[in-house]
C-alpha cells in the first residue's frame, strides 16, 4: 500500500512564506510526476505546480513566481517552497504523484493541509 503525506501547513501572515512537504511511502517501485493542488472553500480543486521525475516543472499562471515546486528521489518527497503569500492562496493543499507500484500503478492523493493566509 502507498502513502501521500502532507506538512507544513498553518496560518501564516500576508507577504509570509511557508514550505510544504509531501513524503510518499509503502512499496514503491518508480514515482513518476508529482503535483501539488489546492482547493479553496466553495471552489473546485485546480493545479498549481507539477514536476516530472526528470525535474521538469510547470506553475499555474496566477502564481507569477511565487511558488517553487522540487523533489528529492531520495526521500521520495516533494517539496512547495510557497513566498510573498496571499489570503487568496488560503485552501487545502493536497500533494499527488503518479506511483509504480510491485502490483499496479496510478495516482495517488494525500490527505491535503491547511494553509491559511490572514493577518
Known amino acids: 500500500q502507498v502513502q501521500l503525506v502532507e506538512s507544513g501547513g498553518g496560518l501564516v501572515q500576508p507577504g509570509g512564506s511557508l514550505r510544504l512537504s509531501c513524503a510518499a511511502s509503502?512499496?514503491?517501485?518508480?514515482?513518476?510526476?508529482m503535483a501539488w493542488y489546492r482547493q479553496a472553500p466553495g471552489k473546485e480543486r485546480e493545479l498549481v505546480a507539477g514536476?516530472?521525475?526528470?525535474?521538469?516543472?510547470n506553475y499555474a499562471d496566477y502564481l507569477k513566481g511565487r511558488f517553487t515546486i522540487s523533489r528529492d528521489g531520495t526521500k521520495n518527497t516533494v517539496y512547495l517552497q510557497m513566498n510573498s503569500l496571499k489570503p487568496e492562496d488560503t485552501a487545502v493543499y493536497y500533494c499527488k504523484a503518479f506511483i509504480r507500484t510491485w502490483s499496479t500503478s496510478g495516482d495517488y492523493w494525500g490527505q491535503g493541509t491547511q494553509v491559511t493566509v490572514s493577518s
Open positions: 514536476i516530472t521525475s526528470g525535474g521538469i516543472t
Open positions: 509503502g512499496r514503491i517501485f518508480t514515482i513518476y510526476n
